[in-house]
């Protein structure tokens, strides 16, 4: 967890591998499309380790990749609509205008599991 901790953040802004080309050995990540499913997964991880060793690093990574999807990414903008549904992803242009039920059941999974954390 702590190598992708290491490596999934750029300027400051929590980031997972794009779907856009990935991430082959040897070359750089792909940083579009981002998927709600991975940041959510990330934030689960974090929340795991958070339950089982009680540092708070690992509290406060979720929090920080939570924050991924109210506008804490790379393009700034968040990822919830206005009706509280979650975009499909992040590309070089913004938020998806999709919000898919993965997207959506990824995004309450995460949110869940903070709230039961804090």
Do not use: T
């Amino acid at each position: 967890l702590d190598v992708l901790l290491e490596h999934l953040l750029l300027n400051n802004f929590p980031v997972v591998v794009g779907n856009r080309g990935w991430w082959k050995k040897g070359e750089k990540m792909a940083l579009y499309d981002q998927q709600p499913i991975d940041v959510s997964y990330m934030i689960l991880a974090c929340l795991e380790a958070y339950e089982g060793i009680r540092e708070k690093i690992y509290l406060d990574k979720a929090k920080f990749y939570y924050s991924w999807f109210w506008g804490n990414n790379l393009k700034n903008l968040p990822m919830i609509k206005d009706n509280g549904g979650c975009s499909d992803g992040l590309s070089e242009v913004g938020p998806s205008e999709n919000s898919g039920a993965e997207s959506n059941i990824c995004f309450l999974l995460a949110n869940l599991g903070l709230q039961k954390a804090i």
